[in-house]
């Protein structure tokens, strides 16, 4: 498999040792190693990858870990047992980033719409999920923590009351419908 | 997740004077939770009129 791949251009003093295609997802961008096992966050791929990299001369991928819907995991970290991934917005699979190019130009708050006026409905799923990896081939969800981006007291078409009482109905009824259902009224948190 | 789930709440206000009225709604969604709570008297949210703001931080075990 090494003498396939290209020569580096400008690596010195290095070796490639293995490869792995990542399980058929070549995307990888974050990356932690625990107990002998590669974790890795996918861009276009969603979700992550658990690679066995015990013998770094035959890597290979043992488990993937789909994301929510349109939610990527690209930054994840390990602490001990613990697994930590963070979801966030898949901004490639957003339609405002149809054109890639559109991800590096103006106010990134008002191209998501994360600016707007409006608390309309998310369709990526926010927030830390926690995995167990003391078996480290089979990662178990074992908790989430699940963070608002602020909850201005405003309803679901726009409108705001203009007295505090009305302001703070409608702040905390957002809070607790958050709780209830989950980003995508499933349920689901993260 | 419930109202008991929630471990952190902090709030903004623009007007002191609107706290008394916000404890009051937040009291009756919380009921007998107490999460740690942080609240501010901001002099302005995002856009004029916008009197509150929260943000919650809620945990749940799988």
């Given at each position: 498999m090494t003498a396939e791949l290209p020569k580096p251009?400008?690596?010195?003093?290095?070796?490639?040792?293995?490869?792995?295609?990542?399980?058929?997802?070549p995307d990888g961008v974050q990356i932690m190693v625990h107990r002998g096992h590669a974790y890795v966050g996918h861009m276009f791929s969603k979700g992550f990858?658990?690679?066995d990299v015990r013998n770094a001369k035959h890597p290979r991928a043992v488990n993937y870990l789909a994301a929510p819907p349109n939610t990527w995991n690209i930054h994840?970290?390990?602490?001990?047992?613990?697994?930590?991934?963070?979801?966030?917005?898949?901004m490639f699979a957003a339609a405002e980033f149809a054109d890639e190019k559109a991800y590096y130009k103006g106010q990134l708050g008002n191209v998501v719409g994360t600016a707007e006026r409006t608390s309309a409905a998310r369709d990526w799923?926010?927030?830390?999920?926690?995995?167990?990896?003391?078996?480290?081939?089979?990662?178990?969800?074992?908790?989430?923590?699940?963070?608002?981006?602020?909850?201005p007291g405003l309803s679901a078409a726009g409108g705001l009351p203009n007295d505090i009482a009305g302001q703070a109905e409608l702040a905390w009824q957002n809070v607790m419908n958050l709780l209830a259902k989950g980003r995508h009224g499933c349920g689901r948190y993260c | 997740m419930a109202a008991a789930d929630i471990v952190k709440v902090t709030q903004y206000l623009t007007r002191a004077?609107?706290?008394q009225g916000y404890a009051a709604v937040r009291a009756r969604f919380l009921g007998d939770n107490r999460p740690a709570s942080t609240?501010?008297?901001?002099?302005?949210?995002?856009?004029?009129?916008?009197?509150?703001?929260?943000?919650?931080?809620?945990?749940?075990?799988?």
């Open positions: 251009d400008y690596a010195r003093n290095m070796r490639i040792l293995g490869h792995c295609d990542q399980g058929g997802r990858s658990v690679i994840l970290q390990t602490h001990d047992d613990l697994l930590l991934v963070v979801n966030a917005k898949d799923t926010a927030g830390l999920a926690v995995y167990d990896i003391s078996k480290p081939a089979t990662p178990q969800r074992i908790g989430c923590w699940l963070m608002t981006s602020g909850t | 004077e609107d706290i609240l501010l008297v901001i002099p302005q949210l995002v856009w004029p009129e916008i009197l509150v703001e929260v943000e919650i931080v809620a945990a749940k075990a799988l």
